[in-house]
């Protein structure tokens, strides 16, 4: 559901943008999402919270392209993510820190770009519409699990978006992305460390490929994020994953396969989990999604289960409402913890956790 919203993000122009010339445009396009969470424990107590960008981010942003003839354009976003229910940007971001980078792109060539943008995992997996967490629950439905001592750098729990597919953008990179042969594709991404003195300090690099034909798509995707640390050496988080969609009239399955590793403690979880959608009406759909994660023996060989469900009404193309409900269960000894639950680290006191929630979502 995600990913399609963001194809239909794609063609949607705001009203009232302008047009650079008959080939050349400028689109000022955005998702919103808010809702009503109750989280049965959440350091011990039950809470029920507004809380937005569940089911997408809550984004705005600019992007444009200029025909430069011959089948080549060039091309820029920028893009600002932000909280609906105070109207502040996310805190610890900047303006444009979700997306922000400009680039040429060719009919036969491919995409050449530079500035902050997502990685492989993100882009190859979650946004080519074959990850399973928007059958889930979203945001929520993405791997979270009780591996806060995975100890990645600057998160908010330390572990948040392990696995990278819920889109943590990169800066200073420079990304190529070819175009489709017979249904395959692939791409390479290297972000400069900056750092005086050592060419490899601080550099990031990410990889990915994807078929698709017909009712079918698979993808793969590598990445690795040098993090610099006063006072500790570089930590390297290293991530991959593997999945695919099979579509059929009414029902779309999918599956995946995600791993990190933090080589400077050892830390390092796998996921396996299934996803379904059922559009059983017209303005109605049902989805549901089943996952496992475990933990190596650094994090105590936690490990978790975790099932999801949600259901849709559309209200019109743009815009709809929905009731989702995920539940996890850790290990004896652990703490369950569902992925957007960081106030700053909302695990549960038990090896059970729990959210229900109720939202509306629209696109611009």
Known sequence: MRAGVLKILAVLTFAGSTAVHAQSSITLFGLMDNGVSYISNEHGHGLVKANDGVFTPNLWGIKGNEDLGGGLRAIFQLTNQFSVNTGAITPGQQLF??????????????????????????????????????????????PAGPFQHLGIPNNPTGELDWDRSEGTPIANTVKYLSPK???LSFGAMYGLGGVAGSVGAGNSSSFGVNYAAGDLGLGAAYTDVKYIVA???????????????????TVTLHGL??????????GAVAEVSAGVRWQFAQAWMLSGEYMYMKGDTFLDNNHANQIGATLFYNLSKRTTVYASSIYQRANAGAQALISGITDPNGSSSSNSQSVFRVGVHTVF
């Open 97 to 142: 820190s979700k997306t922000s980078y400009i680039g040429l792109a060719d009919d036969r060539f491919g995409t050449l770009t530079m500035g902050s943008q997502y990685d492989f995992m993100a882009t190859s997996l979650w946004a080519s519409n074959i990850d399973t967490a928007d059958d889930g629950g979203f945001f929520f439905g993405f």
């Open 181 to 183: 042969f017979s249904g």
């Open 231 to 249: 006072g500790q050496p570089q930590v390297s988080v290293r991530n991959w994953g593997v999945g695919g969609v099979y579509r059929f009239d």
């Open 257 to 266: 396969i995600t791993t990190v590793r933090n080589t400077s403690n050892g």
